[in-house]
C-alpha cells in the first residue's frame, strides 16, 4: 500500500510539478509571480472540454487546445499586467495578476456556469500491477509528459540562441537591450509558454479527475506554487523535483497521519525544510 | 406566439377579474431570500422558480381568505452577512407578513436573530442543522435534520443490506461532521461497526490516497457523505482503482447531474429521498411536468422543498383564519400531516419536520425506487 500511495503522490506530482515550472519560467525573467496561472490552467481545462464536447474525442486535439488558450491568456496577461506596467512599482504588476484570476473565474463562471462539468476518461486501464499497486497509463502518460517538458525547456534554455538570449535578459534586461536583444519579444514569449504549459496541464488534470469548474484553478496555482518555491524557484528541475516530493508527501501523510492533516504535516515539512535551505532544493543564491 | 399571446390574455383576465372582485384587500406580501448569484445559484434559481410558481398557483385558485400573494425575492449570495441583511430590511418593510429562505444553515442562523426580534416567520425549505429551529419560535424548517434521516441508512445498510462493517469520507463541514456523526451512531446502535473514517477540505479533486487508505481496512462498504459534484469525482477515481463495493450517502447525492458526472462509476449507489421526480403521485407529477414545461429544466429536491414551503404558508395562514402574524406562527407550529409533495410535515416541538425517507439506487444511469 506504501508503493499505491507513492504512485498516486507521482501522478499528483507530475501536476504540480508542471504548474510549478509554469511559475520558475515568469520568475525566471522578470522576479514575478503571475498569481493568475492557476486560473488560465482553469481555461486550458475548458478548452479542452469544449473540443472533447463539441469538436473531436481525439486527446491530442484537446491538449493543443488547452495550449493555445493557455498562451493567449498568458500573452495578454503579460501585455497588461507587465508592458504596460513596466516602471511603475513591482507591486501593481502583481496585484494586477491577482485581478486577472478574479477576472477569468468569474468570466469562466458567466460563460459556462458554476456547477461541475464531466470529462471523459482517457487511457484509464491498468497498464502494470506490481506488488498490489495498480498503474495507469494515464499516470504513466503524466509522468511522462512532465519529464519530457523538463528535458524540452532545458534544451530550449541552454542549447539554442533563443534560450541564451532569455538567459540574458533574465540576468540583466538593461545590458541585454543596449547589446541589442529585443527583449520585449523575449519576455512576451516566455509568459506565453508559461500560460500555455499552465493550459496544458489543465486540460491533463480535467482528464485525470473527470472534471471541470471555474473555481478548480485556485488550489492547483497555490500548490504549485508552492512545488516551484520548494524546489528552488529558479531551476526547472528543481520546479519537477519540488512537485513530486511535494505530492509524495501530501499522499504518504495521508497513509501515516490522517487525510484531515495532509496540508498541515506537508507543509510543516516544507516550512522546516525552508528554514535551513531557503533557496530551495535546486535553487541557487541570489540576491532579492 | 398565438398560443402565448392567448395564454397572456387570460392571465390578464384572470387577474384583472381577481382585483375587481376583491378590491378593497391588500395582497399578502412575502419576502423570499435565496442565493440567486454565487456557488450555491444553482439552488438559489431553483427557490425562485418553485416558489414563484406556487404563487401563480395560489392566486389563479383565488389567493388565501380572499387575498391574493406578491413576493419580493432578496439575493444573498450565500453570504451571511448578506442573507442578515436582507432579513434587516424584511422587518423594516411593514407590509411583508413572512419569509421565506435562506439555503444554507449558516445564512439563515446568521439572520435569525432579526426575525427573532421582529417576530417574523422564517421558513427555511433547506435548513439541516440541528440547532437551526430550535433558536428561535419563528423559525421553522421543513427538510428534516440529519438526526432524522440517518438512522434510515443505517437501517438500510444492516437489515437491508447486511452490512457489518464501514468506511465513512466525508467532507469537513458543518454538515458533513453532523452527518458522519448520526450515520456512525445510528449504524453501530444497530450492530454494524465502521472501520475507518476519513475527511476531505472543499475543493479538494484528488482522493485517491483517502481511497486508497480507507481501503485497506477492508470495509463491506462505503458511506460517503458529500454533496453529488464531489461524490461524482470519488466514485470516479474509485471505480479506476478497481475497488467494487456497495456505496450509499445521504440524500444531498440526489440529483440527475450525480449520473452525468459520475457516469457507469456511480452505478449501484444507494442514497434516500424524501421527493422522487419519478414518484407516481399525480400531484408530484402535476408539478414535475409544470416545472419543466415553465423552466425547461426538471426540479430537484431542493426545489420541491421551496414548492412545498409557499404552499405550506398558504395553508397555514387558511387555517389560521386571518392573516396575523402570532395566529399564523402558531397554526403553522402546530401542522400536523400536511401532505406535502417532500413528504408528510408535522412539526417537532422545536419546528423541525420528521420525513419520511424512500431509498433509491442508481441503476443504469438513472435513479430507481428501491422497494
Redesign the interface.
Same mark, same amino acid.
Given at each position: 500500500m506504501f508503493l499505491q500511495q507513492l504512485i498516486n503522490g507521482l501522478a499528483q506530482g507530475s501536476l504540480f510539478a508542471l504548474i510549478a515550472i509554469s511559475f520558475s519560467l515568469v520568475w525566471g525573467l522578470l522576479k514575478m509571480v503571475n498569481f493568475a496561472l492557476g486560473e488560465v490552467y482553469m481555461l486550458g481545462a475548458y478548452a479542452g472540454w469544449l473540443v472533447v464536447m463539441h469538436v473531436t474525442p481525439n486527446l491530442a486535439v484537446a491538449l493543443a487546445a488547452g495550449f493555445f488558450a493557455g498562451w493567449a491568456a498568458g500573452w495578454l496577461i503579460e501585455k497588461v499586467a507587465f508592458k504596460a506596467m513596466r516602471g511603475v512599482p513591482h507591486i501593481a504588476s502583481l496585484v494586477c495578476t491577482i485581478g486577472f484570476s478574479f477576472f477569468l473565474k468569474e468570466m469562466a463562471t458567466w460563460m459556462f456556469g458554476a456547477e461541475t462539468k464531466a470529462m471523459p476518461s482517457y487511457y484509464a486501464k491498468t497498464a502494470f500491477t506490481i506488488a498490489e499497486a495498480n498503474v495507469s497509463w494515464l499516470q504513466l502518460l503524466m509522468v511522462g509528459i512532465a519529464v519530457t517538458m523538463m528535458i524540452l525547456l532545458q534544451v530550449l534554455f541552454y542549447r539554442t540562441r533563443i534560450g541564451l538570449a532569455t538567459r540574458a535578459v533574465a540576468l540583466d534586461f538593461r545590458t541585454a537591450s543596449l547589446m541589442g536583444m529585443k527583449v520585449d519579444k523575449i519576455t512576451s514569449l516566455a509568459f506565453s509558454l508559461s500560460g500555455a504549459l499552465a493550459g496544458f496541464v489543465g486540460v491533463l488534470a480535467a482528464i485525470y479527475y473527470n472534471a471541470v469548474n471555474p473555481s478548480m484553478g485556485f488550489v492547483a496555482g497555490l500548490k504549485g506554487f508552492t512545488a516551484a518555491v520548494f524546489g528552488g524557484i529558479t531551476s526547472i528541475p528543481g520546479a519537477i523535483l519540488g512537485g513530486y516530493l511535494l505530492g509524495g508527501l501530501e499522499n504518504l501523510s495521508v497513509q501515516f497521519v490522517s487525510s484531515g492533516y495532509r496540508d498541515l504535516v506537508s507543509y510543516i515539512i516544507l516550512i522546516i525544510f525552508l528554514l535551513f535551505r531557503p533557496n530551495g532544493i535546486l535553487g541557487k543564491k541570489t540576491k532579492l | 406566439m398565438r398560443n402565448s399571446l392567448i395564454a397572456l390574455i387570460g392571465t390578464v383576465l384572470v387577474a384583472g377579474s381577481g382585483l375587481t372582485a376583491r378590491a378593497d384587500a391588500p395582497p399578502i406580501h412575502i419576502a423570499l431570500t435565496a442565493p440567486i448569484t454565487? /456557488?450555491y445559484? #444553482?439552488y438559489g434559481v431553483n427557490f425562485k422558480r418553485s416558489v414563484e410558481m406556487g404563487i401563480d398557483e395560489i392566486n389563479a385558485a383565488g389567493g388565501v381568505l380572499g387575498r391574493k400573494f406578491t413576493l419580493s425575492v432578496g439575493d444573498s449570495k450565500g453570504d451571511p452577512k448578506e442573507s442578515a441583511t436582507l432579513a434587516q430590511k424584511w422587518v423594516s418593510d411593514s407590509t411583508i407578513f413572512a419569509q421565506i429562505g435562506d439555503f444554507t444553515s449558516t445564512c439563515c442562523m446568521a439572520s435569525q436573530p432579526i426575525y427573532n426580534r421582529a417576530g417574523m416567520i422564517q421558513l427555511s425549505p433547506t435548513a439541516s442543522h440541528t440547532k437551526f429551529a430550535p433558536g428561535s419560535k419563528w423559525s421553522f424548517s421543513i427538510v428534516g435534520t440529519q438526526a432524522f434521516e440517518q438512522p434510515v441508512m443505517a437501517a438500510l445498510a444492516t437489515q437491508k443490506l447486511k452490512l457489518k462493517t464501514m468506511a465513512v469520507l466525508y467532507i @469537513?463541514n458543518d454538515w458533513g461532521m453532523d452527518t458522519q456523526k448520526f450515520f456512525k451512531e445510528n449504524f453501530e446502535k444497530d450492530g454494524g461497526k465502521v472501520v475507518a473514517t #476519513?475527511?476531505?477540505?472543499q475543493? /479538494? =479533486?484528488?482522493f @485517491?490516497?483517502?481511497l486508497? =487508505?480507507l481501503k %485497506?481496512s477492508k470495509p463491506d462498504a462505503l458511506f460517503v457523505a458529500t454533496m453529488y @459534484?464531489d461524490c461524482? *469525482?470519488i466514485s470516479?477515481?474509485r471505480e =479506476? *482503482?478497481?475497488w467494487n463495493l456497495p456505496v450509499l450517502g445521504p440524500s444531498s447525492l440526489y440529483s440527475t447531474?450525480l449520473v %452525468?458526472?459520475g457516469?457507469t462509476s456511480v452505478n449501484g449507489l444507494y442514497t434516500d429521498v424524501s421527493f422522487f421526480t419519478k414518484d407516481p403521485d399525480p400531484r408530484i407529477q402535476a408539478y414535475v411536468n409544470g416545472f419543466k414545461k415553465k423552466y425547461g429544466a426538471e426540479p430537484n429536491f431542493h426545489a420541491a422543498l421551496a414548492y412545498d414551503s409557499i404552499h405550506l404558508l398558504a395553508d397555514a395562514i387558511q387555517r389560521a383564519g386571518a392573516v396575523d402574524k402570532n395566529k399564523v406562527r402558531d397554526t403553522l407550529a402546530a401542522t400536523k400531516g400536511y401532505k406535502a409533495l417532500t413528504g408528510n410535515i408535522t412539526f417537532t416541538p422545536d419546528r423541525d419536520a420528521i420525513k419520511t425517507y424512500k431509498i433509491v439506487q442508481v441503476v443504469n444511469g438513472d435513479f430507481q425506487l428501491v422497494k
Open positions: - | 454565487g /456557488d445559484a #444553482e @469537513n #476519513e475527511s476531505f477540505f475543493g /479538494d =479533486k484528488d @485517491n490516497a483517502v486508497t =487508505k %485497506q @459534484n461524482a *469525482m470516479q477515481q =479506476k *482503482m478497481g447531474q %452525468q458526472l457516469g
